[in-house]
């Protein structure tokens, strides 16, 4: 029996924002689009946002964030640990697209302690949801 064993557990993406758009200073949006994985006891659960083709996405403050995804990335029983993890890609035709940075957090022990809103600049300078080139804010909720 593991510490989460008869809990229930849901991972959910609110929303992205890029900095960096990856694509020359005259053109006005990259092409994006993002994997997810969840990781947590036997079951790995992906999703690629959106599930076709690609958002454009400008790195100007007022255009650079995709908001109210509200996506279910994982929903079920957790095991002793959970990893989150989150790639993003700019697609280029003539060349090989451009990644933004990993995402990636663990979590590990009773699943109560992970509950949680996982938003940038709320740890200090290095937040990992707050990366380089792009930022993003998940939710976790004990169901
Ligand atoms: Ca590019
Ligand atoms: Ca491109
Ligand atoms: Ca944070």
Redesign the pocket.
């Known amino acids: 029996m593991g510490v989460n064993s008869g809990k229930q557990i849901r991972v959910i993406l609110r929303w992205i924002q890029v900095k960096d758009k990856?694509?020359p200073f005259f053109?006005e949006y990259?092409?994006f689009f993002f994997r997810t994985k969840v990781t947590s006891g036997s079951m790995t659960v992906e999703h690629r946002l959106p599930e076709k083709g690609h958002w454009e996405i400008s790195d100007h403050p007022r255009f650079s964030r995709v908001d109210k995804i509200d996506r279910i990335l994982f929903e079920g029983e957790p095991g002793d640990t959970m990893i989150v993890e989150m790639f993003g890609e700019?697609?280029?035709?003539l060349s090989d697209?451009?990644h933004l940075d990993p995402y990636r957090r663990e979590f590990s022990g009773d699943c109560g302690t992970w509950v949680g809103a996982y938003v940038p600049s709320d740890e200090g300078s290095d937040d990992p949801e707050e990366m380089s080139n792009w930022r993003l804010r998940y939710d976790v909720e004990v169901v």
Request: proline fraction near 0%; glycine fraction near 10%; charge should be negative.
């Open positions: 990856l694509e053109k990259g092409e700019e697609i280029d035709t697209n451009d």
